[in-house]
């Protein structure tokens, strides 16, 4: 542990720019997933296209996707976000389209009977219900970028990567450890706030 | 008026033509399937029909904006619907606050329903609607659908999927409300008895096509068909042998 | 020290800033993410900033596409790369045996497609090889593959799993050399197989050429004296406008700290960093001054 507490700012550092790496990518991400997963639970048939594709990339060697997105963007964060924001898609997507699936039909039914418009039942009704679901599509999200945003060592982005890869790299465990732990508590703080928002909006929306 | 549902290999409402006394309690009746649901649907236009036209007041529901048309009609369904996410004053107040409602008269109003289906204001405002029996979730779903005192009311077999005892306490509620409201009320059941109960006048439907519309006492002296007399008839069985049970239950 | 909310602020963002805006003037030095390129490196820093340079370092770059594309768009300007891996992995060429005639063409083909200058390369050279213990050298006189080769069947190989099978390892060996039938041949994780080679379960282990461990353990890296596999010398890529920097002043210092890493030099410095656990930096300019 001596490591840890040689390096202690150093570590601090670069747990406050992973922290800011999951969390641009985390906005980027729902921006772009929200309507990806509307449409997903609207369109069954193009659904299962989508998902494909998503899950495709996901598949994606994250070193070779950095480095395609290094050519366009340079080195930093810009890639490394990018690239974050990509493999959220599928988790996301996903998450976002069984939640609204599994919308009870007869509240969507009297939500249009009784007069609200496309654009109010959605907001009323269908996303405050969903919400509980989207909001563990979220956390699965956030959990599995925390541990990607280590590619952020691989692009000069900083982020914990950078300890837990030189560590292993020269086995030094101290220096992996270093890196890790902070990552495994963010991962576990984060999900644990996730947990906390699904119970609360899982209380308000239960049938 | 004829209507098909996209992909259909026959009409689920074929060449049904009557008109509706305003103010009067008109139960839809037949089987599942016959097309009742779907003639109900296009009142408030969530069915369109392929040809033909509802009025309502003289005025073809078509021209009317849909959200509009729906916020002044009505609507209640079987699986009641209520919205989870929010607690009964609040369901209640949805239509009153789509058509821009000042607060002091929604709070009034919905205050005023909750009393008028039978619910105590005090305990049952705040509750949300899974701490709620069956039967008090569709009292709160008529309170829903009249909350904006709308001319007509469209209920879709509201009582369905509540048990015997809570189904007739609430059809007397409803027989009291509707006295009150005044509102035209269309009703959809395949319940022969609780049609008896309740209706002014009868639609009898079979395979999408009106069978016969008229008073329960006309339908049961003069049946259109044989089919109706059969389904009067059988049914007559049904109640005699209740109404002995209920004696027999109620002897000391 | 705690840090203040403002600089909390600050270090959040900077994660976001691209690394090109900030640091003017400053010469833009990568590296690949394990110990010798870091440290290399660092020693091209190191001689540089002895010469007043200012140098912004973007380190770790996680593989050779990266740095490539690093490179090619300006975000790095300067690289250690190996000739073998540039030959092979970013040209895409059939390996070659001769370690000038890689270098020409590595030298050639990076001027031709990419516009980047491939400085000279270092004498020292991190290939794959053989090695054994000084005592199985003395009992058997093994020095070199082919002494190696012939002693084969007295003689156990812990080798890492893909040595046995690829066509760049012990096949090509056995074709190349002849010879080549061990006594028995065992495989090991990365890195174990010198541990085997330690405790006596076996006498000859594969290796890289430059690898700590072979300074640790006391290892001797038979030569391999017919040229089986490519030659992997350090050559720093640089992009055009470094240059001419001042008549060349950087490629005279890189040219200078380059000719210094031997083989000998290459085991030393990945020891300090990768077994006294150093700082790559502080490891490289001590090898400067």
Known sequence: ?207 | ?252 | MKLSRAQAIAMFGSALILPQCGKNNALRIGSKNFSENITVAEIYAAGLEQRAFKIDRHMNLGSTQIAMAAIMRGDIQIYPEYTGTALIDVLHLPPMRDPKAVFAVVRREFQKRFGLTVLKPSPGNDSQGLAVTEAVAKKYNVRTLSQCAQAAPQLRLAAVPEFVARADALPGLQKFYGGFKFKAVRTFDIGLQYEALVRGDADVATAFTTDAQIVAKHLVVLEDDRRFWPPYNIVAIVRPEVVDIQKGAVVITIDRVTSMLTDTALRRLNYEVDISKRDPADVASEFVY
């Open chain 2, 1 to 252: 008026m004829v209507a098909r549902y996209p992909r259909a290999d026959r009409n689920a409402v074929d060449g049904v033509s009557f008109a509706i006394p305003a103010g009067s309690f008109s139960v839809l009746l037949g089987p599942s399937g016959c097309g009742k649901s779907t003639l109900l649907r296009t009142v408030n236009r969530l069915v369109a029909p392929a040809s033909g036209a509802v009025t309502v007041g003289g005025q073809d529901v078509a021209s009317i904006e849909p959200t509009a048309l729906r916020r002044a009609t009505g609507y209640v369904i079987q699986a009641v619907g209520l919205f989870a996410h929010m607690t009964v004053a609040q369901n209640i107040a949805v239509v009153p606050e789509l058509l821009h409602w000042d607060r002091g008269r929604i709070a009034g109003r919905t205050d005023e329903l909750l009393e008028l289906v039978g619910l105590d204001p005090e305990r049952y405002r705040s509750r949300f609607p899974r701490e709620l029996s069956g039967g008090e979730q569709q009292r709160v779903g008529v309170a829903r659908a009249i909350a904006a005192e709308p001319q007509v009311l469209l209920m879709d077999e509201p009582f369905g999927a509540v048990d015997a005892i809570a189904r007739r306490s609430l059809q007397d509620e409803m027989l009291r409300i509707v006295r009150i409201l005044q509102t035209t009320v269309l009703f959809v059941t395949h319940d022969v008895e609780e049609a008896l109960r309740l209706a002014d006048r009868i639609a009898v439907m079979r395979d999408g096509k009106l069978v016969q519309y008229a008073t329960p006492e006309e339908m049961l002296r003069a049946p259109a068909s044989p089919y109706i007399a059969q389904l009067f008839a059988v049914n007559a069985d049904v109640r005699r042998y209740e109404s002995l049970r209920n004696a027999l239950a109620a002897a000391p």
């Open chain 1, 1 to 207: 542990m001596t490591y840890l507490f040689s390096h202690w700012r150093l570590i601090g550092v670069l747990t406050l720019q992973h922290l800011g790496l999951v969390c641009a990518a985390l906005a980027i991400a729902l921006a772009i997933a929200l309507p990806l997963g509307i449409f997903a639970a609207r369109v069954p048939r193009a659904s299962a296209l989508l998902l494909g594709l998503l899950g495709a990339l996901y598949a994606v060697p994250s070193l070779a996707l950095l480095a395609v997105f290094v050519r366009y963007f340079g080195l930093g964060a810009a890639p490394v976000i990018v690239v974050l924001a990509i493999y959220a898609q599928f988790i996301l997507v996903r998450n976002i389209a069984a939640a609204l699936r599994a919308v009870p039909r007869a509240q969507l039914d009297a939500a249009r009977g009784i007069g609200m418009s496309s654009r109010q039942q959605f907001w009323r009704v269908e996303l405050p219900l969903a919400s509980p679901v989207m909001i563990g599509g979220l956390r699965l999200a956030t959990v599995a970028l925390i541990a990607i945003a280590t590619l952020g060592g691989y692009v000069g982005a900083g982020g914990l990567g950078n300890e837990i890869f030189f560590g292993l790299q020269r086995r030094y465990l101290e220096q992996t450890l270093a890196g890790s732990i902070p990552a495994a508590l963010l991962a576990i703080a984060a999900d644990a706030a996730f947990r906390a928002l699904e119970r609360a909006a899982t209380r308000r929306t239960a049938g």
